[in-house]
T-cell receptor
Framework: GAVVSQHPSRVICKSGTSVKIECRSL??????MFWYRQFPKQSLMLMAT?????????EQGVEKDKFLINHASLTLSTLTVTSAHPEDSSFYIC??????????FGPGTRLTVL | QKEVEQDPGPLSVPEGAIVSLNCTYS??????FMWYRQYSRKGPELLMY????GNKEDGRFTAQVDKSSKYISLFIRDSQPSDSATYLC?????????FGTGTRLQVFP
């Protein structure tokens, strides 16, 4: 199966700082990258969709200036949470998709903002 | 009305039991249905994928879609403690996946 890595797996930061999460597709090329957020005991909520080399499309209610997405290559995408606050504490999961619209999921990054 | 509804559980069953997990959806135009398994603090992994109505079997797992009642099910036969996880149904809507809330399953020895 396809291998997706996320780094870091866990991060704790102070309120007001920025955090960058990396997502890599190790053995395939991802033309599309989905970023999800999952709060405890809740489902995955799509935050944004990005295509390689294009600007991301954000879901309603997700601030594009707060959650910066870069999808500069077919194997790497980053999500930067800027000026993080405690309410941003969540489990962030990337999901690269191939041109055949097959989605894979990363192992997730647990963000805790103090 | 939510596009996908799923009972969050938790569901606790003894080892060897048959487990039935269910979701309902609102839009009759949906055609692609998935079941994902998510272990604690991990990303989801695809279990089953079905198109339109009918059944699909893979080992101990059977996915069932009833489009007339907009109801999808996942059955697990001979459940094992290693099946303990959260199971999420998902529907592919144009270019997005819409997830249910997930049902937490606990299989005890």
């Amino acid at each position: 199966g396809a291998v997706v890595s996320q780094h870091p797996s866990r991060v704790i930061c102070k309120s007001g700082t920025s955090v960058k999460i990396e997502c890599r597709s190790l053995d395939f090329q991802a033309t599309t990258m989905f970023w999800y957020r999952q709060f405890p005991k809740q489902s995955l909520m799509l935050m944004a969709t990005s295509n390689e080399g294009s600007k991301a499309t954000y879901e309603q209610g997700v601030e594009k200036d707060k959650f910066l997405i870069n999808h500069a290559s077919l194997t790497l995408s980053t999500l930067t949470v800027t000026s993080a606050h405690p309410e941003d504490s969540s489990f962030y999961i990337c999901s690269p998709a191939t041109s055949a619209d097959t989605q894979y999921f990363g192992p997730g990054t647990r963000l805790t903002v103090l | 009305q939510k596009e996908v509804e799923q009972d969050p559980g938790p569901l606790s069953v003894p080892e060897g039991a048959i487990v039935s997990l269910n979701c309902t959806y609102s839009n009759s135009a949906f055609q692609y249905f998935m079941w994902y398994r998510q272990y604690s603090r991990k990303g989801p992994e695809l279990l089953m994928y079905t198109y339109s109505s009918g059944n699909k079997e893979d080992g101990r797992f059977t996915a069932q879609v009833d489009k007339s009642s907009k109801y999808i099910s996942l059955f697990i036969r001979d459940s094992q403690p290693s099946d303990s996880a959260t199971y999420l149904c998902a529907i592919h809507n144009t270019d997005k996946l819409i997830f249910g809330t997930g049902t937490r399953l606990q299989v005890f020895p």
